[in-house]
């Protein structure tokens, strides 16, 4: 397998930082981080297995993390459909006419905006802890308020220090695990190398700040592509109940159920995931011909 590659990307004014894993001439994946995250939290090894399955694999940072265009702190000047047109501008950089969507979070909000905007561009979707682009089901419990809790803590943090960030990000690792083992190890270093290489590490926290995207609101009865859900049945951001209402409203999806799994990409779960997520885009390979 070929090694990952960085990739800079420039439309307009904006700069996105891309690397890629896998042989181009394989069908592409295109993974969406979720909020406050850069395209570290798709571990390389985690590329790396999808790669091995036969995947050309893109991670990328959104705007305000890692190496892509950041804006001031508590200012911005986007909203959620130009970080969803920022995501197909990446495939056409790299020339790729369709590819499967994967994303995480506010990332997987961002991908179901690209499918019902940009279906052409999509040959399968996986949303992946996350919830509708909608109205939400009152009957779903809210944010766990842990998390809550937590991130009004984020003020007090020394932003500038990168011990104090990475204590602070532990905790918050720690909180969003469910009841499998945390490997805070892999998650330091990745705290340690997002922090150390961001343009501007505070800007990740302009991502609460996006909105937009109303005209794709309560629209996704329009998708038709083959749909995997991705989901941890402990999740305290998006509660597991919320991939109940994706399967409603989303056609010819399914449901991968990660058993004791919270908002995380837990390492324990790279081979259930990994090996689902083949099996998956073949099946939908399969379909379309």
């Known amino acids: 397998m070929k090694s990952q590659k960085e990739k800079i990307i420039t439309n307009n004014d904006v700069s996105l930082c891309t690397e890629h894993f896998g042989d181009q001439n394989n069908p592409a994946i295109l993974l969406i981080a979720g909020a406050t995250v850069s395209m570290l939290y798709w ?7 999808l790669a091995d399955k036969g995947y050309f694999v893109i991670r990328y940072d959104n705007r305000d993390v890692g190496k892509s265009t950041t804006y001031s702190t508590d200012s911005i000047s986007y909203d959620i459909t130009d970080l969803a047109d920022d995501a197909v501008h990446i495939l ?3 020339r790729i006419k369709k590819a499967t969507l994967m994303g995480i979070s506010l990332g997987g909000l961002i991908a ?3 499918a019902i905007k940009n279906a052409d561009r999509i040959n399968s979707l996986i949303l992946m802890s996350t919830g509708i682009w909608g109205t939400a089901d009152i009957i779903i419990p809210e944010m766990d308020k842990e998390v809550i809790n937590l991130q009004r803590k984020a003020e007090y943090v020394n932003w500038d220090d990168e011990k104090a960030v990475v204590d602070y990000m532990l905790q918050y690792a720690h909180l969003m695990a469910g009841l499998k083992p945390v490997e805070y190890e892999r998650e330091e270093k990745r705290v340690r190398e997002e922090f150390k290489r961001a343009v501007n590490y505070q800007s990740m926290f302009n991502h609460s700040m996006v909105g ?4 794709y609101y309560n629209r996704l009865h329009e998708i038709n592509v083959p749909t995997l859900i991705i989901h941890g049945t402990h999740d305290k951001i998006w509660h597991f109940e919320h991939s109940k209402s994706l399967l409603a409203e989303i056609k010819h999806s ?4 990660l058993d004791g799994t919270g908002h995380e990409l837990n390492y324990n ?4 995931i990994t090996t689902t997520i083949s099996q998956f885009i073949k099946s939908t390979f399969k379909e379309i011909l």
């Open 269 to 272: 779960d790279w081979n259930m």
């Open 254 to 257: 399914r449901l991968l159920r």
């Open 43 to 49: 571990d390389a090894g985690f590329c790396k297995q």
């Open 112 to 114: 179901q905006i690209i």
């Open 212 to 215: 937009g995207g109303e005209s």
């Open 92 to 94: 056409d950089a790299y």
